[in-house]
């Protein structure tokens, strides 16, 4: 609070800006809510609070044993998240869209059940209504495929429960749909593929209920006496629900994205438009840049598809706003200098080294400015790292030495000398912190130093390649990252096969001889 005063007083002295640069802060009391024990414990006693008022509620059978049958479930499943997804339960959020969606699942099923019950709708048409998929296919696109067998798995057990009996066949089917669900969504780029996934479940809950004799039945003997309308209906409502439910499922993604802070590959496909004003005015103002961008965005996706656990979608993305803090001062970038126009030549190299070195504070700052996503602002401060600005860092030492000599002339002291720092010519980090930004970083790196080649054989572009990962991993730049060895390097056979066909050298073409006028007149006459 004091330094706010503090602030305030230097400002009207006018020793310091009005201005202060975004930045991304966790308060405290966020920080607790993410991830305290008080509130996971209040989540968790709000779940069996949930199921009891499912079981108590409503005629059942023996709902006291079915409750303890319940609550040993839910010890298995909590034990099954701690041990499996030890993330997904540090996180609260994330906890509470991981329970929240199965009660919703089970309160749906319970009311459809009640409405049975009551006479309020048929008892035929009641279990193909249940939509069996619907916590699978929320948490299989939003946390994952182990997230959706996890959903499918308990949802099945405990919605077998809510039946008025422990009902096999609700289980069977259940977990079988929900399966489906979670294969046909491993790759969910469109939301096309969510009403894809909702026919297919449809299609399994029909030919599992017309096995198990929920559809029907068919008097094959007497096909007259068969109840075709009442088959007509089932048969809709089971393909009904799938697709509903898909439909249904696509239509809160983004609010569950938005609430949750998670994003899903759908976002990220729609968020890799080109026509963002931050990328358009890159286009404009910093056109060597966005070009570079563009090709660091190919480098990085074909790379983070060989490697298992990075997502190609983010690399594109974050590959494309990497490098916006330079639309701040664009000329004093390399890919953006005119020819013969440099205005470093002007400056010192510390100097130099600063600007060169904001570009990624720059960048934080338009990225919070324009509510980018926090995984986009993450590669944005992470993919120099800890690396040393080593052009103006030499020639500062050189310029240190140059001093040297000539103060040796004039007789000056060593004192007189300033000293060159090491730290002044360091980008501040942190260092990649994920897969995504430890491909993005060394795809920027690398695609910048094959500007420089000459000749781009495939020897000299792998011998850079693999000059600078050597490079980095002395350097320790990647000492932070979830990299294996094995992994860099299958990154670093990527980015060679990338830049060889990306660098190749075409062929010469002949060019075509001009006649002289009075050749040209002979050839016309002759014709």
């Known amino acids: 609070m004091f330094g706010i005063f503090k602030r305030w007083r230097l400002v009207w002295k006018g020793l310091s800006s009005g201005k202060r640069r975004r930045q991304v802060e966790e308060s405290d009391f966020r920080l607790a809510i993410q991830n305290g024990w008080p509130i996971r414990a209040f989540l968790l006693g709000a779940f069996i609070f949930g199921l009891a008022a499912l079981i108590f509620t409503g005629q059942q059978d023996e709902p006291a044993k079915k409750f303890l049958l319940c609550l040993l ?36 099923i319970k009311i459809l059940l009640s409405q049975a019950a009551s006479g309020a709708l048929d008892l035929q ?77 449809g299609l399994a809950t ?23 309308a ?21 239509g809160i ?60 979608t983010i690399c594109r993305v974050a590959s494309y706003f990497h490098d916006i803090g330079k639309v701040i001062k664009p000329h004093y970038f390399t890919e953006n200098v005119s020819h013969g126009l440099n205005p ?25 400015k324009n509510k980018l996503n926090t995984e986009i602002i993450d590669v944005i401060s992470q993919h120099h790292g800890t690396s040393l600005v080593a052009y103006f860092h030499q020639r500062a030492l050189q310029q240190q030495e140059d001093a040297r000599l000539g103060g040796k002339i004039m007789n000056m002291r060593e004192d007189d000398i300033p000293e060159v720092s090491e730290e002044s010519f360091r980008y501040p980090g942190p260092r990649p912190q994920t897969k995504e930004a430890a491909i993005v970083s060394l795809a920027d790196s690398i695609e910048s130093a094959s500007r420089s080649l000459d000749r781009p054989t495939p020897q000299r572009i792998d011998d850079l390649v693999r000059n600078i990962i050597k490079a980095r991993i002395d350097e ?19 980015f060679r096969f990338s830049l060889v066909n990306m660098l190749h050298a075409r062929i010469a073409y002949p060019k075509r001889e001009e006649r002289s006028a009075p050749e040209k ?3 016309r006459s002759a014709a």
Not at 80 to 98: E, K
Request: some cysteine.
């Open 206 to 228: 029909w030919i599992l209920a017309a096995a198990f004799g929920q559809v029907g039945p068919v008097i094959w003997e007497v096909p007259s006496q068969t109840d075709w």
């Open 230 to 250: 009442m088959i007509g209906w089932q048969s809709l409502a089971a393909f009904a629900t799938g697709i509903a439910t898909a439909i249904v499922v696509s």
């Open 73 to 108: 479930i839910f010890a298995t499943a909590v034990a099954q998240l701690w041990i499996n997804h030890p993330q997904t339960f540090r996180q609260n959020s994330r906890l509470c869209l991981v329970l929240g969606t199965l009660l919703a699942q089970l309160a749906v």
């Open 476 to 494: 320790g730049q990647l000492d932070e990252a979830p990299l294996t060895i094995a992994e860099i390097w299958k990154i670093a056979d990527s």
């Open 344 to 368: 470093h030549d002007d400056l010192t190299p510390t100097m130099s080294a600063l600007i060169i070195i904001s570009h990624v504070k720059e960048g934080v700052d338009l990225a919070l």
């Open 253 to 312: 993604l983004p609010m569950l994205e938005h609430v949750f802070k998670i994003t899903t590959d759908i976002s990220w496909l729609e968020m890799s438009d080109l026509n963002h004003p931050i990328l358009k005015r890159l286009s404009l103002e910093a056109p060597g840049t966005y070009h570079h961008s563009l090709a660091v965005a190919n480098l990085s996706e074909a790379a983070a598809e060989v490697v298992g656990g990075a997502n190609p």
């Open 521 to 523: 007149r002979d050839q």
């Open 125 to 201: 048409l009641a279990p193909l209504l249940i939509p069996y998929a619907f916590a699978p296919l929320v948490l299989s696109v939003l946390l994952g495929r182990n997230h959706g067998l996890y959903a499918a798995v308990f949802a099945s057990l405990w919605g077998s429960l809510l039946v008025g009996r422990i009902d096999p066949v609700f289980l069977v089917i259940s977990l079988i749909t929900g399966f489906i669900g979670v294969f046909v969504t491993l790759q969910v780029r469109r939301r096309s593929r969510l009403v894809r996934a909702g026919v297919y479940v």
